[in-house]
């Protein structure tokens, strides 16, 4: 009986498991387009693109494959985005829903520099320092609108643009209206909406300092702070024992 009881726990522990990751992975956001940017206090950034070739196509006006079959050429992927002075991209591929997805991932040292490449051009991007902090704005225009076909788009497709800030986050304009884990905004829109040209306007106003400064700041007070308590807690041990010590020799004498 307690075998037969242990293979049928083991048994729903393996459904609840596999039922969990579909439920997961049914409930997370998949983009057709999504332009990622890991943003540094000095202006530099890391920015991702992961895109169906399609969405570049529909939204870039490049001249790629749509079809899914047809070959791509990985070096003119790489030329489309590449930035005079900066590394060259890093680029995978992969697949989904029938559709070719490209991931391509470049530093830039100002990220101001991305509307002066052509498959940015459709932002401008502005990094200033205020007062009261730093302030990241970035307009998102109209695409290029060039037709792609047997795309395979069922008209639920959404694009996002994402940033990850560095430091506390005093304001921004994300429609969630919510900062995620590690510093995450996104704006997103429906691919439709992007295609017909909607604007799209992000603002982050962010405090100089970085996180991870302010992490370790803390981190170090907190020693100290602990530091000087246990050396008071010490201090009175001591004393106290001292004046027992005192006490004791004077009793004799009393």
């Known amino acids: 009986m307690p075998v037969r009881m242990f293979k049928l726990a083991l048994i729903m522990s393996v459904v609840t498991c596999v039922v969990t990751s579909a439920a997961c992975s049914a409930l997370t956001q998949k983009y057709e387009y999504e332009e990622e940017i890991y943003l540094r206090l000095d202006g530099s950034a890391t920015v991702n693109v992961n895109a169906s070739v399609a969405s570049l196509v529909a939204l870039r006006g490049v001249d790629l494959p749509a079809d899914p079959k047809a070959r791509l050429d990985r070096d003119r992927v790489r030329s489309l985005f590449s930035l005079p002075g900066a590394q060259p991209p890093r680029l995978t591929l992969s697949r989904r829903d029938g559709r070719r997805f490209v991931h391509i991932s470049l530093d830039v040292p100002d990220v101001r520099q991305l509307q002066r490449q052509r498959m940015f051009s459709w932002s401008t991007y502005r990094f200033d320092r205020e007062s009261d902090g730093l302030v990241y704005r970035q307009r998102v225009g109209a695409p290029a609108n060039s037709p792609s076909a047997s795309t395979g788009w069922s008209g639920g497709e959404m694009v996002v643009f994402k940033m990850h800030i560095p430091s506390q986050i ?28 909607e604007p799209l306007d992000v603002e982050v106003r962010m405090k100089p300092e970085s996180i991870l400064y302010s992490t370790l700041l803390l981190f170090g007070l907190t020693i100290v702070a602990a530091a000087i308590t246990f050396g008071v807690v010490i201090w009175w041990v001591v004393r106290r024992g001292h004046d027992d010590v005192g006490a004791t020799h004077a009793s004799p004498s009393q």
Not at 182 to 197: D, F, S, T, V, Y
């Open 170 to 197: 005093p304001y921004h304009n994300a429609p969630s209206r919510q900062t995620e884990r590690g510093n995450i905004l996104r704006w997103e829109q429906p691919l439709a909406a992007r295609l017909k040209g």
